[in-house]
Nanobody, 123 residues
Framework: QGQLVESGGGLVQPGGSLRLSCAAS????????TGWFRQAPGKEREGVSC????????VYADSVKGRFTISRDNAKNTVYLQMNNLKPEDTAVYYC????????????????WGQGTQVTVSS
């Protein structure tokens, strides 16, 4: 059974940066699409970014394009989300998910989810 563990969240000032990590065990991330989702209080979960398995192509939500970068280290079986120029509206719990066939499926198609890591952007 695959497990995902996120880390790297925290409190950062607007304009700052954070790098989230999603380390996998019991499953191999480069076999599947791996995505990052977030959920802010009182809001629905939204997809932030995703990296496909076969060609490593990436997908980003419009709200984070040009600021966030997703990447994968196959040797470490870890996916990262580099977040730059953070804004208060980026505040949320961030989750990684794996096991989907590609980045264009719904969140319900992902087999594995991490426990989430809190990102707070505030001055």
């Amino acid at each position: 059974q695959g497990q995902l563990v996120e880390s790297g969240g925290g409190l950062v000032q607007p304009g700052g940066s954070l790098r989230l990590s999603c380390a996998a065990s019991g499953t191999t991330l480069d076999y599947y699409a791996t995505g990052w989702f977030r959920q802010a209080p009182g809001k629905e979960r939204e997809g932030v970014s995703c990296i496909n398995s076969v060609d490593g192509s990436t997908v980003y939500a419009d709200s984070v394009k040009g600021r966030f970068t997703i990447s994968r280290d196959n040797a470490k079986n870890t996916v990262y989300l580099q977040m730059n120029n953070l804004k208060p509206e980026d505040t949320a719990v961030y989750y990684c998910a794996a096991g989907a066939w590609n980045c264009y499926v719904s969140a319900s198609e992902y087999d594995y989810w991490g426990q989430g890591t809190q990102v707070t952007v505030s001055s």
